[in-house]
T-cell receptor, first 114, second 110 residues
């Protein structure tokens, strides 16, 4: 079975540009999570969805970040405008059920903002 | 709400044992353990749901002490493939989301 699929794997762009990260969860999973990982802050939960509805976006750093899940098989995380401090690895994960089920992570997007 | 992991880093020789601890200041519903190798995604190891519960797979096991709000991950007779960063994630009583600790970097040398 296909795992969580993220694209692109790497993104290098200049400050001020719009960045869109994409995620396809595992089929049948009803929870989707977006994480950001940096050396300084570790693995942070940005937002998560249940059945395509955002449940908790308290981890979204500021208004420059937005996330959508238009259907059960696709989600986007957008940064506009991007800043150098947004450089990080962004992971998407999905699970069937929430608190007592394992999360399956995608390979991540390594984002560099110059 | 972030759990605290200790130690931050461990260096072992192949065949030695290691213990990684994870503690919370609040009552826990569950503890999750993941391992992440350099440049890769975190990979699920196990979930502990009940106080005192122990789970294990081969030479990696874990315990969950609900009263102390702590979990420990045990790696026995470590292998080179065990190298990586180990994360615990905790779900608080009455809460929904998983919060990860800062990680423990484990290095196994031949």
């Amino acid at each position: 079975d296909a795992g969580v699929i993220q694209s692109p794997r790497h993104e290098v762009t200049e400050m001020g540009q719009e960045v869109t990260l994409r995620c396809k969860p595992i089929s049948g999973h009803d929870y989707l999570f977006w994480y950001r990982q940096t050396m300084m802050r570790g693995l942070e939960l940005l937002i998560y969805f249940n059945n395509n509805v955002p449940i908790d976006d308290s981890g979204m750093p500021e208004d420059r970040f937005s996330a959508k899940m238009p259907n059960a098989s696709f989600s986007t995380l957008k940064i506009q405008p991007s800043e150098p401090r947004d450089s990080a690895v962004y992971f998407c994960a999905s699970t069937a059920g929430e608190r007592n089920q394992p999360q399956h992570f995608g390979d991540g997007t390594r984002l560099s903002i110059l | 709400q972030q759990p605290v992991q200790s130690p931050q880093a461990v260096i072992l020789r192949e065949g030695e044992d290691a213990v990684i601890n994870c503690s919370s200041s609040k009552a826990l519903y569950s503890v999750h353990w993941y391992r992440q190798k350099h440049g890769e995604a975190p990979v699920f190891l196990m979930i502990l749901l009940k106080g005192g519960e122990q789970k294990g797979h081969e030479k990696i096991s874990a315990s969950f002490n609900e009263k102390k709000q702590q979990s420990s991950l045990y790696l026995t007779a470590s292998q080179l493939s065990y190298s990586g960063t180990y994360f615990c994630g905790t779900v608080l009583q009455g809460a929904q989301k998983l919060v990860f600790g800062q990680g423990t970097r484990l290095t196994i040398n031949p």
